[in-house]
């Protein structure tokens, strides 16, 4: 078959778990293959997503779980909760804590609940010397500031489908952390965001998909999936006017690296 079929791109934030895939998991699985996109980590954020995530991580070998209580989901952050995610993230295949943050869109629960519980998983994953998935929306400066005052830096992880500009990439940079960018690179209004993946240092550069959310063009508007992670290499490889296969080499290498996973 053509060269473009050797390349292997790992899609660090994906919702395999979620109900949209409930027909057909291996025949999306399958696909993603066919693009390239041979690893993925799929993201859980309450208790039935987290359940499926390590089933999937248990079921497929280049699946990894990334687990954790998202920002919509604070109120319901209980101990118990706490004590079965701590459990949870000993798991072999559990990669990062996340995706974790805050949101002041859905605005589901108060800033302070938000904050409180933000802080009490990073100080989970210092524990377990795990990395970590943030979620933020509309809510950069708090999370800057929750995850600088956290000492973040000891940890790493990754700003997760990322939606700011160069300047705000940079700040997250300093504090160690790594960029990742979904599908919204590829739409043509997404200035500041093409400008962020133009910037962001290869070793600090990451892809996902969100999916079944953000598809990419070509196919902005319908059920995502990760085999897509392969459009938002190609944007990014155009922006940087670089080789497709030589950034999707990068960013899987940089995802194994993060991950502590064996380098294939």
């Known amino acids: ?28 699985i399958q696909r993603a293959a066919e693009l390239g996109v041979t690893e993925m980590a799929v993201v859980g954020f309450d208790t039935p997503t987290i359940d499926k995530a390590l089933l999937l991580s248990q079921d497929y070998e280049h699946i990894y779980s990334i687990i954790g209580w998202h920002p919509t989901e604070a109120g319901s952050y209980t101990k118990e909760i706490e004590t079965r995610l701590q459990q949870q993230l000993t798991l072999p295949k559990v990669v990062a804590l996340g995706e974790i943050g805050l949101d002041y869109h859905w605005m589901e629960d108060p800033k302070e609940v938000q904050d409180r519980v933000f802080r009490r998983q990073m100080a989970i994953a210092r524990e377990m010397k795990l990395p970590i998935s943030i979620h933020t929306r509309e809510a950069l400066e708090d999370t800057y500031k929750i995850l600088k005052e956290e000492n973040v830096h000891e940890i790493g992880g990754i700003m997760h489908s990322f939606s700011g500009d160069g300047e705000w990439a940079k700040r997250f940079l300093d504090l160690g ?55 938002t290499v190609e944007k990014i490889a155009e922006l940087r006017n670089m080789p497709f296969e030589e950034l999707a080499k990068i960013t899987t290498e940089n995802a194994h690296r993060l991950f502590r996973l064996e380098q294939l």
């Open 1 to 28: 078959m053509k060269e473009e079929t050797k390349s292997m791109i790992f899609d660090t934030h994906t919702h395999l778990n979620a109900e949209q895939f409930n027909d057909d998991i291996p025949e999306t």
């Open 177 to 231: 952390m790594h960029v990742s960018f979904s599908g919204v690179v590829t739409f043509k209004k997404a200035l500041d965001v093409q400008e962020a993946a133009a910037q962001v240092p290869l070793d600090k550069l990451l892809v996902e998909t969100d999916a079944p959310y953000l598809a990419p063009v070509p196919y902005r508007g319908k059920r995502n999936e990760p085999g897509y992670t392969r459009y």
